[in-house]
């Protein structure tokens, strides 16, 4: 009876860093959107157990617990924050699916929120009593000859793997390309927030588009790589005793996994754990109908797909990150969004995934129940 089940999803619209979010914090993004949740499965506030609330770029001060009272839930829902990067907000929903399974609540809200426009300043102080110091990258390992930017590194997937600067912009026109055909059909999934009602990056673009890009390094370019984002993205978990009286969609987790991996290449960190899911899951990578691949870059889209067999045709069918950004510990919260309205749609079975700088990935597989 305590068998976990998703029983709705929704996401902001992801914005560039800069536009239409760019005066909102992430409480003010996030609450609208877990009402809607909300409603969209016939649960009042007071039903919430917990808020599980994936971010990477803020400054502590918990804020799931500022979400939770800025989205009017119970005082006695105390709110988890948790940082995992790129993978946070896909790693909360696994963590919501856990505590569910373990007795310890019946209804939680997950998933992930992010606010590039309205990050902290990120500052160092000096040992010894000079000026702060301003960077913008963390560490993400102890060896800083181990621990290159995230540009670097998927051109160094690149370059090991053969995969062209046409072969990544093609990738990126794709994305473009099949969002905009979903942005009718996305509606039901986004909540619309400072007068925006869809992903605000999409666009045509076209091979002369991609030509003009400005390059980051080697084959990586402004266009073949996901552009900074605000947006939000939740997941509503309930234990199958709460779900039992819900007239909703269900899905259920049949596997999920979080692995490290070569932190020099966190681009491929999602094969090994796309690999567990799998074995976990006991399937193929063609038996999934549809996929959702994170796009921080073209060509780690690429690279994942081609070592796990992920069949290219199912893989982001409604555009990914490269046609919305990526608001960082959003993202993957956003993938498990898109997935659930997706098999809702059409599909029996799905997967999502996810790297972390750091050499972490993310995996996690659906089924469709009703």
């Known amino acids: 009876m305590n068998h976990p089940v998703i029983v ?3 996401r902001s619209p992801v914005m560039p860093r800069g536009g239409a979010f760019r005066a909102l914090e992430i409480h003010q993004l996030a609450a609208p959107v877990i009402a809607d949740l909300l409603n969209d499965a016939g649960l009042a ?20 617990r500022v979400t939770a009272l800025a989205a009017g839930l119970p005082q006695h829902v105390a709110g988890l924050s948790i940082d995992r990067q790129c993978c946070a907000g896909m790693d909360a929903i696994l963590l919501a699916d856990a505590l569910i399974r373990a007795g310890r609540h019946e209804v939680v809200i997950a998933g992930g929120a992010e606010s590039w426009s309205r990050r902290p300043l990120r500052l160092r102080s000096d040992p010894q009593g000079g000026a702060p110091r301003a960077y913008d990258q963390p560490p993400f390992t102890p ?7 995230m540009a670097e590194a998927a051109e160094a997937i690149a370059v090991q793997m053969g995969i062209t600067r046409d072969e990544q912009d093609g990738w990126a026109i794709a994305s ?13 999934e986004i909540t619309a927030l400072a007068g925006v009602a ?4 999409t666009r045509a673009m076209t091979v002369r588009t991609c030509a003009r890009a400005p390059v980051l390094t080697g084959s990586v370019t402004a266009a073949n790589t996901a552009v900074a984002a605000d947006g939000v993205g939740f997941c509503l978990l309930v234990s199958g005793r709460v779900a039992q009286r819900l007239r909703v969609p269900r899905l259920r987790i049949l596997a999920g996994a979080t692995l490290g991996d070569d932190p020099e290449l966190p681009g491929l960190a999602p094969v090994p754990a796309i690999r567990a899911v799998l074995r976990a899951a006991g399937l193929s ?5 549809a996929v959702e691949l994170m796009e921080a870059f073209a060509v780690q889209a690429i690279a994942c797909a081609q070592l796990t067999g992920l069949p290219v045709g199912r893989i982001n069918r409604g555009g990914g990150a490269l046609a919305r950004g990526h608001p960082i510990g959003a993202s993957g919260a956003i993938n498990l969004v898109r997935l659930f309205h997706e098999l809702t749609a059409s599909g029996q079975t799905g997967l999502a995934a996810i790297a972390a700088a750091g050499g972490l990935g ?9």
Not at 285 to 289: Q, V, W
């Open 143 to 149: 060896w800083p000859d181990r621990d290159p930017g």
């Open 45 to 64: 506030p007071g039903d919430v157990d917990e808020v599980i609330l994936g971010n990477a770029l803020g400054a502590g001060g918990n804020p799931a």
């Open 285 to 289: 990578a063609d038996a999934f109908e």
């Open 8 to 10: 709705a999803a929704r």
């Open 198 to 201: 869809q992903d605000g990056f």
């Open 176 to 188: 473009h390309t099949r969002a905009l055909a979903a942005q009718i059909r996305m509606q039901a």
């Open 362 to 370: 993310t995996a996690v597989a659906l089924e469709r129940l009703a």
